[in-house]
C-alpha cells in the first residue's frame, strides 16, 4: 500500500481497516504513484488508457505506459535522483530554501537558460539527474558572481528537454500519441509549457490540476475506484509498504 514513511502509512491503514470492519465495507489499497496517474482523471474526464505517463515527484522520475486504469508498464526510471530531489538540491545551494521546486520556478523566470549544463543519456528510457545537480553546485561555488536567476533558468531548461527527449521516444516506443504528466513536479510552469507546445505536433497533452499534483486524498480515492471496480480488494491483513512499486 501506497509510498513514503511508513509510520504515517500505517496510521491511515488501521483507521482503513478498522473503518472496513466496522461497516463492512471492502477495503482497496492504493499505491501512491498510481493515485498521482489517477489525479488526471478528475481533471479531464475524457482522458483513458492506453496513454503514456510522465511521473515527476520528489521521490519518483517515471514513465509509465497507462494500458489500462489498472494495469501498468514502467519504461523508464530515474538511476539516481527523482527530478525533485534535484529542485530541492539546487535551491538550497542557491539560498532559496525549501521547498524548491516552486522556489526555483519563480526564480527561473527571472533569469536567462544561457548556462549549459550537462544531460546524461543511456541506451534505454532511464534518467540520471545527478550529474546536473553536481554541476550546479560546482558553477554555484566557484563562480560567486554567477547570477542564481540564471543558474535556475538553465537548469530547469536543462532538465526540461532531457525529460521531452526521453518521453517522446518512450512514446514513439508505443506508438501511442497521448501524454499525460503526474507528480509534484509536473506544478511546474515551465515543464508544463514546453509539454503543452508538443501539442502542434498532434501529441495530446493533459496536466493536472495544479492542486491535485502533490499528494493528496481525491487521487487516492480516485485510483481506489478503478481498483474497486476492477475486483481489486485486500483483506485485512494487508500491510503498508514504503517505497511500493508500481
Given at each position: 500500500?501506497?509510498?513514503?514513511?511508513?509510520?504515517?502509512?500505517?496510521?491511515?491503514?488501521?483507521?482503513g481497516?478498522?473503518?472496513?470492519?466496522?461497516?463492512?465495507?471492502?477495503?482497496?489499497?492504493?499505491?501512491?504513484?498510481?493515485?498521482?496517474?489517477?489525479?488526471?482523471?478528475i481533471?479531464?474526464?475524457?482522458?483513458?488508457?492506453?496513454?503514456?505517463?510522465?511521473?515527476?515527484?520528489?521521490?519518483?522520475?517515471?514513465?509509465?505506459?497507462?494500458k489500462?486504469?489498472?494495469?501498468?508498464?514502467?519504461?523508464?526510471?530515474?538511476?539516481?535522483?527523482?527530478?525533485?530531489?534535484?529542485?530541492?538540491?539546487?535551491?538550497?545551494?542557491?539560498?532559496?530554501?525549501?521547498?524548491?521546486?516552486?522556489?526555483?520556478?519563480?526564480l527561473?523566470?527571472?533569469?536567462?537558460?544561457?548556462?549549459?549544463?550537462?544531460?546524461?543519456?543511456?541506451?534505454?528510457?532511464?534518467?540520471?539527474?545527478?550529474?546536473?545537480?553536481?554541476a550546479?553546485?560546482n558553477?554555484?561555488?566557484?563562480?560567486?558572481?554567477?547570477?542564481?536567476e540564471?543558474?535556475?533558468?538553465?537548469?530547469?531548461?536543462?532538465?526540461?528537454?532531457?525529460?521531452?527527449e526521453?518521453?517522446?521516444?518512450?512514446?514513439?516506443?508505443?506508438?501511442?500519441?497521448?501524454?499525460?504528466?503526474?507528480?509534484?513536479?509536473?506544478?511546474?510552469?515551465?515543464?508544463?509549457?514546453?509539454?503543452?507546445?508538443?501539442?502542434?505536433?498532434?501529441?495530446?497533452?493533459?496536466?493536472?490540476?495544479?492542486?491535485?499534483?502533490?499528494?493528496?486524498?481525491?487521487?487516492?480515492?480516485?485510483?481506489?475506484?478503478?481498483?474497486?471496480?476492477a475486483?481489486n480488494?485486500?483483506?485485512?491483513?494487508?500491510?503498508?509498504?514504503?517505497?511500493?512499486?508500481?
Amino acid at each position: 500500500m501506497d509510498h513514503g514513511l511508513v509510520g504515517a502509512l500505517l496510521v491511515g491503514l488501521s483507521y482503513g481497516k478498522a473503518l472496513s470492519f466496522a461497516i463492512n465495507k471492502p477495503l482497496v489499497g492504493v499505491n501512491h504513484i498510481q493515485g498521482h496517474i489517477a489525479a488526471n482523471y478528475i481533471t479531464h474526464k475524457e482522458l483513458k488508457p492506453p496513454f503514456l505517463c510522465l511521473l515527476i515527484s520528489g521521490g519518483n522520475t517515471q514513465l509509465v505506459h497507462v494500458k489500462d486504469y489498472t494495469e501498468f508498464e514502467i519504461l523508464g526510471k530515474t538511476r539516481d535522483d527523482a527530478i525533485g530531489e534535484a529542485f530541492d538540491k539546487v535551491a538550497r545551494v542557491v539560498g532559496l530554501g525549501y521547498p524548491g521546486g516552486p522556489k526555483v520556478d519563480k526564480l527561473a523566470k527571472q533569469g536567462n537558460p544561457t548556462i549549459e549544463l550537462p544531460k546524461t543519456h543511456f541506451d534505454n528510457l532511464d534518467f540520471s539527474f545527478s550529474g546536473i545537480k553536481t554541476a550546479v553546485i560546482n558553477l554555484n561555488h566557484n563562480n560567486p558572481n554567477i547570477k542564481r536567476e540564471d543558474l535556475c533558468a538553465s537548469f530547469e531548461k536543462t532538465v526540461t528537454e532531457t525529460l521531452i527527449e526521453n518521453t517522446l521516444k518512450a512514446l514513439k516506443s508505443i506508438n501511442l500519441k497521448t501524454i499525460a504528466l503526474g507528480g509534484g513536479v509536473s506544478a511546474n510552469s515551465y515543464i508544463r509549457e514546453e509539454f503543452l507546445k508538443l501539442e502542434k505536433d498532434g501529441i495530446k497533452i493533459f496536466t493536472p490540476d495544479i492542486k491535485l499534483c502533490t499528494d493528496n486524498a481525491a487521487m487516492i480515492a480516485c485510483a481506489g475506484y478503478y481498483n474497486y471496480i476492477a475486483g481489486n480488494t485486500n483483506k485485512l491483513d494487508l500491510n503498508a509498504v514504503p517505497n511500493l512499486k508500481l
